[in-house]
T-cell receptor
Framework: AQRVTQPEKLLSVFKGAPVELKCNYS??????LFWYVQYSRQRLQLLLR??SRESIKGFTADLNKGETSFHLKKPFAQEEDSAMYYC???????????FGTGTRLKVLA | EAQVTQNPRYLITVTGKKLTVTCSQN?????MSWYRQDPGLGLRQIYY???????DKGDVPEGYKVSRKEKRNFPLILESPSPNQTSLYFC????????????FGEGSRLTVL
């Protein structure tokens, strides 16, 4: 069965510290991978997508096909990064997005 | 302004009283989808639609219906709501889901008593 796991429900770090939000997936085929973010009182929005190899707001995500992981990283966390983060693989064969359970990131001053 | 609009944003209803949550997008997107968000369970897909008259089940379709008669609209129908359908619902759309991005509505908080 297709599954995506975000093992941490809550991650607290101090401002300026590195942060890594973990995402592991179990999928048949080759999914495309996305990270979505939900700031307080805002809509869910795309943070970054693997296919674009982009860095958004200082975040990057490395796809490790051997470990089937797509962890989100930022070298220096900022208070405005506090939000809920969702990992979302997508497979064109099924046209389904399956979101992880989410990780709440709290960046402490 | 390009957006996904859901209505109502908040609703309290009683068991068995049919209701419809509307979703409309003005971006000419072909792909539309519904999700429910529950504490500890994240976002779970209810139904999705690749285009007009083309819909398919997501992971939690039981108790829900959808229709896609027009490209811009994708209503979610609860024929006989039950308390376990109390949740926060999100509609989303995309031009091309594989390489594009999902645009989400603001959410509809539904309480079934």
């Amino acid at each position: 069965a297709q599954r995506v796991t975000q093992p941490e429900k809550l991650l607290s770090v101090f401002k300026g510290a590195p942060v890594e939000l973990k995402c592991n997936y179990s999928y048949s085929g080759s999914p495309e991978l996305f990270w979505y973010v939900q700031y307080s009182r805002q809509r869910l929005q795309l943070l970054l997508r693997h296919i674009s190899r982009e860095s958004i707001k200082g975040f990057t995500a490395d796809l490790n096909k051997g470990e089937t992981s797509f962890h989100l990283k930022k070298p220096f966390a900022q208070e405005e990064d506090s939000a809920m983060y969702y990992c979302a693989p997508f497979t064109s064969g099924t046209y389904k997005y399956i979101f992880g359970t989410g990780t709440r990131l709290k960046v402490l001053a | 302004e390009a957006q996904v609009t859901q209505n109502p944003r908040y609703l309290i209803t009683v068991t068995g009283k049919k209701l419809t949550v509307t979703c409309s997008q003005n971006m000419n997107h072909e792909y539309m989808s519904w999700y429910r968000q529950d504490p500890g369970l994240g976002l779970r897909q209810i139904y999705y639609s690749m285009n007009v008259e083309v819909t398919d089940k997501g992971d939690v379709p039981e108790g829900y219906k959808v229709s896609r008669k027009e490209k811009r609209n994708f209503p979610l129908i609860l024929e006989s709501p039950s308390p376990n359908q109390t949740s926060l619902y999100f509609c989303a759309s995309s031009f091309e889901p594989y390489t594009g991005e999902l645009f989400f509505g603001e959410g509809s908080r539904l309480t079934v008593l």
